[in-house]
């Protein structure tokens, strides 16, 4: 019925009403705490874009997992740091790795504590990327050519003109020279970089790994890293898949602690376009009809419609990553004193969880546990 018999602002006139017809519910137990280890002892190392997140070393990232779980935490996500890069990647599915250090760690000083680890090579490929790059550099013949043709051009020049001409093809070529060192062209091999991402997911598997997070966004990614994980015998190890991951520039401040910054180009070629929604289904069905036991939306707040329809297309638990870029703007307009930082953190996660996020990797779930308790 219209006002005034019905008067919705009733069931809003105090705290305890309010609380009492909360339709959306956050809880300690639906976050997960991403962590980035570091090779040393006693390493803290606070993020410069990322005030309150820190690079840790394994012994600092028992604590801060110990911490984190003793709030109510259930669940943390690692990102590692090697002590070196190559091409191959191999600091990410090497034994000793660090992630796998730090997972052995964790298992063993916080029983019960749900560990993640995502499965992307870009942290430990030297040139930044997420798979195995084949270089094709532009062609300095083609640029020689086209200045021996204008050469025949100004053969019939006065010697002035000649000469202004062939300062001009001087520049030319060394311009793309320097354009072809720093731009070539490229390409992410999809099928040889899944051998690594499932060598990777059975390393870390062994070291304790509970749930291993595909996020580079190869084609068959999930579907390689089933096979591998069964063949190993870790057929119940559960597939959280980065299903639906954007190609976003809510990544800087993640670049920066993890130091995974590509050296060139961009990773739009195998992340998704922002602008694709159906697209974005038929990335997270794919990933499920490969045997995802999980699907993941990232970054959370710029796509809550992509969150809202997955959660109304598929029936499988649903995470969302609140990711580096969104924790920063908000650390930064509260220090600047244009927001107030706790209840905006709190209405940002709500605003995830309401989408229909089942789970919310964030790098508040601590604060925002402590909030809750």
């Not at 220090?335 to 709190?346: G, L, P, Q, S």
Request: neutral net charge; glycine residues 6%; charged residues 25%.
């Amino acid at each position: 019925m219209a006002f005034p018999v019905t008067r919705l602002r009733r069931l809003r006139r105090t705290g305890e009403l309010r609380n009492l017809v909360r339709e959306t519910r956050l809880t300690p137990d639906s976050f997960v705490y991403p962590m980035f280890v570091c090779p040393g002892d006693g390493v803290r190392k606070e993020v410069r874009s990322m005030p309150g997140v820190f690079n840790l070393s394994v012994d600092q990232a028992v604590k801060e997992a110990r911490d984190a779980f003793s709030l109510g935490v259930p669940s943390v996500i690692l990102f590692g740091l090697p002590d070196k890069k190559d091409e191959v990647a191999t600091g990410a599915w090497e034994e000793d790795g660090i992630v796998q250090q730090a997972t052995r760690a964790l298992k063993r000083e916080v029983p019960g504590l749900i560990v993640m680890g995502d499965v992307c090579l870009c942290e430990y490929m030297s040139h930044g990327h997420c798979g195995i790059v084949k270089a094709a550099p532009h062609s300095l013949g083609a640029a020689a050519r086209d200045a021996m043709n204008t050469a025949r051009v100004v053969a019939v020049r006065s010697r002035k003109e000649k000469e202004k001409a062939i300062e001009a093809m001087a520049s030319a070529v060394a311009a793309g020279a320097a354009q072809a060192t720093a731009q070539a062209n490229y390409e992410i091999l999809n099928d040889p970089t899944l051998e690594l991402l499932a060598r990777t997911s059975v390393s870390l598997t062994k070291a304790g790994i509970d749930i291993i997070a595909p996020s580079d966004m190869m084609d068959g990614r999930v579907g390689a890293i089933r096979k591998a994980l069964d063949a190993a015998g870790f057929e119940n190890t559960p597939i959280l898949s980065y299903a639906a991951k954007f190609a976003s520039g809510f990544y800087g401040p993640f670049r920066e602690a993890a130091d995974s910054a590509p050296q060139f180009g961009d990773r739009r070629s195998y992340q998704m376009d922002g602008a694709n929604l159906r697209e974005a289904m038929r990335e997270i069905e794919a990933d499920i009809e490969e045997g995802a036991d999980m699907i993941m939306v990232k970054p959370a707040m710029p796509y809550l419609d992509v969150i809202a329809t997955a959660r109304q297309r598929f029936d499988l638990p649903l995470a969302a990553y609140q990711v580096s870029g969104e924790y920063a703007m908000i650390e930064a307009a509260a220090r600047n004193n244009w927001i107030e930082r706790d209840r905006v953190m709190m209405e940002s996660l709500v605003s995830i969880r309401r989408a229909g996020a089942s789970m919310i990797l964030t790098y508040y779930a601590k604060d925002a546990a402590k909030l809750l308790a």
